[in-house]
């Protein structure tokens, strides 16, 4: 009840009321059948309008709360650090919020999390090395924010499959060569500040890696010496500096995405598989790319 007062009494949460069952009768929450405990707080969006204001420290009071979802409502101040007391918590939503703040570095402390979701939101300062301390975590959203630094050399250290996503923050410097031992199954820096060479997170010895972004920074690499993962199949480093040519090995590829514009690219673009089936766009602006879907490369 201290929840529904927090978020201004909505209408959503009209079936909350005292001396009814909250595992059948209340919307948004779930409770595991065996324990009668509720286990899951999941609201996805409000429709009226109604619900907005902060989210209450009474949140730590649900100690077998596995699942916390509160996404695209108007939601602001801080995330509490009674949320620490959540030790069975495994996922963590609180995306497309208002959140303000830095990221906290107590959520090290939610040992089960294997998901983190902080993305569209308004915070700001450094990203909290010790996030890789969560020793289960298999992905983090906290792209779409105002987060400013450099990534933490410590994320080296995540031993799982990992999604990492850090798009449209400020970051800036060079990416950690740490990173080039993670398993990524996703990793994307885009829209951020980061230079220098990140070549070294195309390990074509970790299969399960699909997608990589890297546009929208000041990346420099020659990408003729690159290998790619057998698994890409999102690829955008457009808006770089990246230079060298485009490698024949990529027509093997089962490409879906793929774009490598405003580089400084030459050479041949590699004819078959999925290559030619991207329009000329996803190559424009380049130094001297030539062949289908672009123009023909002069003979001789």
């Known amino acids: 009840m201290n929840i529904k007062k927090s978020l201004n ?14 595992c059948k009768k209340w919307s948004a929450v779930n409770c595991d059948p065996k324990t009668n405990r509720v286990n899951e707080l ?18 730590g009071d649900l100690p077998y709360l596995e699942t ?50 902080l993305s569209n939101n308004q915070f700001t300062g450094s990203i909290p090395p010790n996030l890789s301390d969560l020793e289960h975590i298999e992905t983090i959203y906290l792209d779409a924010n105002k987060l ?5 050399e410590s994320f080296g250290k995540f031993s799982r499959s990992m999604n990492l996503h850090l798009s449209q923050n400020q970051l800036s410097g060079q990416v950690p060569k740490s990173l080039g031992a993670v398993n990524f199954g996703a990793i994307v820096l885009s829209s ?65 995405l793929f774009n490598v514009s405003y580089n400084n690219l030459c050479g041949k673009i590699p004819y078959g598989g999925k290559i030619q089936s991207f329009e000329a766009s ?6 001297c790319l030539c062949g289908p879907p672009t123009v023909a490369c002069r003979k001789g």
């Open 9 to 22: 009494n909505p209408y959503e949460f009209v079936s909350w009321k005292p001396n009814t069952d909250c």
């Open 42 to 59: 999941s609201w996805l969006i409000s429709s009226s309008g109604e619900l907005f204001g902060q989210i209450s420290s009474s949140i």
């Open 68 to 117: 916390l979802v509160l996404r695209h409502l108007n939601i602001t101040g801080t995330i509490p650090r009674s949320i620490t007391k959540l030790k069975h918590l495994k996922e963590l939503d609180l995306s497309d919020l208002s959140l303000s703040g830095p990221v906290p570095s107590f959520l090290n402390q939610l040992t089960a999390l294997t998901y983190l979701d």
């Open 148 to 152: 400013t630094g450099s990534i933490p």
């Open 192 to 256: 951020n500040r980061l230079v220098g060479d990140a070549s070294f997170l195309f390990n074509p010895n970790y299969g399960p890696t699909w997608y990589i972004g890297l546009s929208g920074n000041q990346f420099s690499f020659d990408l003729t010496k690159v290998k790619f993962p057998k698994g890409l199949i999102w690829f955008n480093i457009s808006h770089n500096k990246i230079f060298g040519g485009i490698p024949e090995e990529m027509k093997l590829l089962d490409l879906q």
């Open 282 to 287: 996803s190559f424009s602006h380049n130094k």
